[in-house]
């Protein structure tokens, strides 16, 4: 079992920047893949960003070039740096973990509470 703490949501201008944070702990050999994904009133949820352990990054057609996505493995942490942010990236933000890339991308990995972050002027 592993739990997932997230920060750093809020509401910005367009144009802005956030960064979003994502602990992990408990059972830590299941964090081999750590992702972000999120969810907008109305729409289906979107995997935005993952990584693996050795740092290989993906990212959604939507926020590539714009968002980076990190980690630090001595802290069991994932983090999302979003920048040129748009009211398009309105959304409940959820990092997930999960013992391998394709448990990650199926959704059966451990999920996180959700930050909202709001794009609005």
């Known amino acids: 079992q592993v739990q997932l703490v997230e920060s750093g949501g809020g509401l910005v201008q367009p144009g802005g920047s956030l960064r979003l944070s994502c602990a992990a702990s408990?059972?830590?050999?299941?964090?081999?893949?750590m992702g972000w994904y999120r969810q907008a009133p109305g729409k289906q949820r979107e995997l935005v960003a993952t990584?693996?352990?050795?740092?290989?990054?993906s990212y959604a057609n939507s926020v590539k070039g714009r968002f980076a996505i990190s980690r630090d493995n001595a802290k069991n942490t994932v983090y999302l740096q979003m920048n040129s942010l748009k009211p398009d990236d309105t959304a409940v933000y959820y990092c997930?973990?999960?013992?391998?890339?394709?448990?990650?991308?199926?959704?059966?990995?451990?999920w996180g509470q959700g930050t909202q972050v709001t794009v609005s002027s």
């Open positions: 408990g059972s830590i050999f299941s964090t081999a893949a």
């Open positions: 990584i693996t352990t050795g740092g290989f990054t």
């Open positions: 997930s973990v999960a013992s391998s890339m394709q448990l990650l991308h199926g959704g059966f990995g451990s």
